[in-house]
């Protein structure tokens, strides 16, 4: 082809990389990460990378030289901001528990300062409270008080039944970290996304407390 026939040719303007909102994560002290179903899948990473940070953070802190004290510049990277992470997976069938099981216990084995809280709720089992639950909650407690393993998912996170009290979520976190700046991230149906979007914004108004809603999409 002529070299002229290419100076015809249209001009592309490619505009991005676009990354998912949930990169926005490390902008923030505190996390709020609800995942419904498989929407878990993606604030997994979060957590995992959160850990990884955590770890090489307090390594290089360990491992720092006395670069500085001879004179020499020491190009510190930007301090990782995340330092609490609270995470909700909300699932309707227990079977669900099977492959999130070894990535639960991994979370927790890494988790050696406790940095995160992990909630998960069964929404196909007995509200808590009901009579016919009873039995099952009393099981549930004595297996985890003996063996630190979950009856119910199978994994060192405790599971509660019914479905969460989104309000009483947000009102733990604002309680427990006031004049703070928080990320909520949701993946899931677009089914709690008006609800979680709303307490956002409420709490934000009535707390010192800032709410930041994020929803990514699988």
């Known amino acids: 082809m002529h070299m002229s026939n290419f100076c015809r040719m249209p001009r592309l303007l490619i505009d991005g990389p676009y990354g998912a909102p949930a990169q926005d994560y490390k902008n923030y002290e505190v996390l709020l990460l ?34 500085v004290e001879s004179g020499v510049k020491n190009n510190k990277r930007k301090p990782f901001a995340t330092k609490r992470a609270y995470f909700y997976w909300v699932t309707r069938e227990q079977g669900s528990f099977e492959w999130f099981k070894g990535v639960m216990n991994e979370v927790v084995e890494k988790d050696k300062e406790g940095v995160i ?42 599971t509660h039944f019914a479905r ?49 809603f994020h929803k990514e999409n699988f």
């Open 34 to 67: 609800v995942g419904l179903g498989i929407g878990a899948t993606p604030l997994i990473s979060i957590l995992k990378d959160v850990l990884n940070n955590i770890k090489q953070q307090r390594d290089e802190e360990q491992g720092r030289t006395m670069v």
């Open 117 to 158: 809280e992990l909630h998960n709720y069964c929404t196909s089992v007995y509200e808590e409270g009901d009579a016919r639950s009873a039995l099952i909650t009393m099981l549930q407690s004595l297996h985890h008080a003996k063996n630190g393993v979950d009856i119910v998912s199978g994994t060192r996170v405790k």
């Open 164 to 212: 969460p009290n989104w309000r009483n979520v947000f009102k733990h976190a604002a309680i427990k970290h006031p004049d703070t700046r928080l990320g909520v991230f949701y993946c899931g149906t677009h089914a709690l996304v008006g609800d979680l979007k709303r307490l956002s914004l409420d709490f934000s108004r009535k707390t010192t407390t800032k709410f930041d």
